[in-house]
């Protein structure tokens, strides 16, 4: 096999293989593991079955298997949120994890 077959085999392989190992990326934020950066935060001011709209007019949409931290903890008008997910259209996200945080002051 001759240098230049070998560079472009390693260099197919890496671009094989480096997607994946980012796709698989874990970020800690809040003291929890996610899979995604986050995407926003604020306080829910509305709950309407599937979607928690925050303060700032931004819609969140809540999917089978969206992950709520702390555990069993519900979600409530007035609390402090982050979010984590996928955008979901305009000023909407898809969240797939969602992080209850203790109310900070002014938000």
Same mark, same amino acid.
């Given at each position: 096999? @001759?240098i230049?077959? =070998? !560079?472009? @085999?390693?260099? =197919?392989?890496?671009a094989v293989?480096? *997607?994946? =190992?980012?796709s698989?990326?874990?970020y800690?934020?809040?003291?929890?593991? #996610?899979?995604?950066?986050?995407? $926003? /935060?604020?306080? +829910?001011?509305?709950?309407?079955? $599937? $979607?928690?709209?925050?303060?700032? &007019?931004? #819609? +969140?949409?809540? =999917?089978?298997?969206t992950?709520?931290? *702390?555990t069993?903890? *519900?979600?409530?008008v &007035?609390?402090? !949120? !982050? !979010?984590?997910?996928?955008?979901? &259209?305009?000023?909407?996200?898809?969240? /797939?994890?969602?992080d209850?945080? *203790?109310? /900070? &002051?002014?938000?």
């Amino acid at each position: 096999m @001759s240098i230049r077959n =070998l !560079v472009a @085999s390693l260099g =197919l392989c890496a671009a094989v293989i480096l *997607p994946s =190992l980012a796709s698989a990326q874990t970020y800690m934020e809040n003291g929890y593991r #996610h899979r995604f950066r986050e995407r $926003t /935060r604020g306080v +829910i001011v509305n709950i309407d079955k $599937t $979607t928690l709209t925050l303060r700032r &007019g931004i #819609h +969140i949409f809540l =999917l089978r298997g969206t992950v709520i931290n *702390p555990t069993g903890r *519900p979600l409530r008008v &007035g609390q402090y !949120v !982050v !979010v984590f997910g996928p955008p979901g &259209g305009p000023d909407s996200i898809n969240a /797939r994890e969602i992080d209850i945080l *203790p109310r /900070r &002051g002014g938000m």
